[in-house]
């Protein structure tokens, strides 16, 4: 088992930044993909960044070029730089990992953009 635990939520102001990270523990051998989600109230879980163990990204475009994914490998962690946040970027904001083929999320963190 892999327990993903998020931090670095928060109440923001729009235009204002963040940052979430995420540390990784338990039954580690090599970590695959590391990424964030974020579910809105009343709106499906969407991928917000994913990042590869070479560190190649991908962007959903409603972050594009105001979210940056990077990660730790030897520290097994994961962070999200959000800039020029918008009220539209409220959301509980997951972090997920593979290994062997097993998917594991964290329990969340809130994200709240006041206009």
Known sequence: QV????SGGGLVQAGGSLRLSCAASGNIFRLNN???ARQAPGK???LVARITRSGSTNYADSVK???TITRDNAKNKVFLQM?????ED??????NTDQW?????GQGTQVTVSS
């Not at 327990?3 to 998020?6: F, H, R, T």
Request: proline letters at 3%.
């Open 3 to 6: 327990q993903l635990v998020e």
């Open 34 to 36: 590391m990424g964030w």
């Open 44 to 46: 499906q879980r969407e």
């Open 65 to 67: 070029g105001r979210f």
């Open 83 to 87: 800039d020029s946040l918008k009220p």
């Open 90 to 95: 409220t959301a509980v904001y997951y972090c």
């Open 101 to 105: 083929g097993v998917d594991y999320w």
